[in-house]
Antibody
Framework: EVQLVESGGGLVQPGRSLRLSCTGS????????FHWVRQAPGKGLEWIAY??????????EYAASVKGRFTISRDDSKSIAHLQLNSLKTEDSGVYYC????????????WGQGTLVTVSS | DIQMTQSPSTLSASVGDRVNITCRAS??????LAWYQQKPGKAPKLLIY???TLERGVPARFSGSGYGTEFTLTITGLQPDDVATYYC??????FGQGTTVELK
């Protein structure tokens, strides 16, 4: 069974950093691409980052709202995708979801349960 | 960036009704569109991908259509379990604002 488990969320002050992790199991992690999607409290979904498999050089893409502050990476040996969040703002608060996708097509069927990030002083 | 405009924002319908939700892309995206259902406190669930392909296990009353810039999610025969918020998403990019489906 495909499972994605996010971790690393919590309460952090504005301007500080946080690293989120997405641990995959039940599938060959290196074959897949991954997204991070967030949802502010009571708001809609926002796509924020994407990383291809290393067969495609692990190419990355970011939403304009986080480009330059957030970094997506992957460690296939540990079946983990990371999202490094720097220079956090209060508007970065929300639930962060990890999503598995296919590099050569678009099939975002598997989501984690999410991890909550709260940016507040 | 491609913008996704979803309508309506809220929809009230009766059990058994046919319901349509529209998603419009600001640029042509071929068939690279997905639809999700989200219930409170839960992660989104994929319903439709590549504009019209039904995800395994999703009831056949859900269907998707469209190509290019105009897309539609249809629920044929609304059920109480379908009360949720629905989102469209261009592949690897922007989501629509969401449509909340309520029962009359």
């Amino acid at each position: 069974e495909v499972q994605l488990v996010e971790s690393g969320g919590g309460l952090v002050q504005p301007g500080r950093s946080l690293r989120l992790s997405c641990t995959g199991s039940g599938f060959r992690f290196s074959d897949y691409a991954f997204h991070w999607v967030r949802q502010a409290p009571g708001k809609g979904l926002e796509w924020i980052a994407y990383i291809k498999s290393n067969d495609y050089e692990g190419a990355v893409e970011y939403a304009a709202s986080v480009k330059g502050r957030f970094t997506i990476s992957r460690d296939d040996s540990k079946s983990i995708a990371h999202l490094q969040l720097n220079s956090l703002k209060t508007e970065d608060s929300g639930v962060y979801y990890c999503v598995r996708d296919e590099t050569t097509t678009c099939y975002p069927a598997h989501w984690g349960q999410g991890t909550l990030v709260t940016v507040s002083s | 960036d491609i913008q996704m405009t979803q309508s309506p924002s809220t929809l009230s319908a009766s059990v058994g009704d046919r319901v349509n939700i529209t998603c419009r892309a600001s640029e042509r995206i071929s068939f690279w569109l997905a639809w999700y259902q989200q219930k409170p406190g839960k992660a989104p669930k994929l319903l439709i991908y590549k504009a019209s392909t039904l995800e395994r296990g999703v009831p056949a009353r859900f269907s998707g259509s469209g190509y290019g810039t105009e897309f539609t999610l249809t629920i044929t025969g609304l059920q109480p379990d379908d009360v949720a918020t629905y989102y469209c998403q261009q592949c690897r990019g922007t989501f629509g604002q969401g449509t909340t489906v309520e029962l009359k």
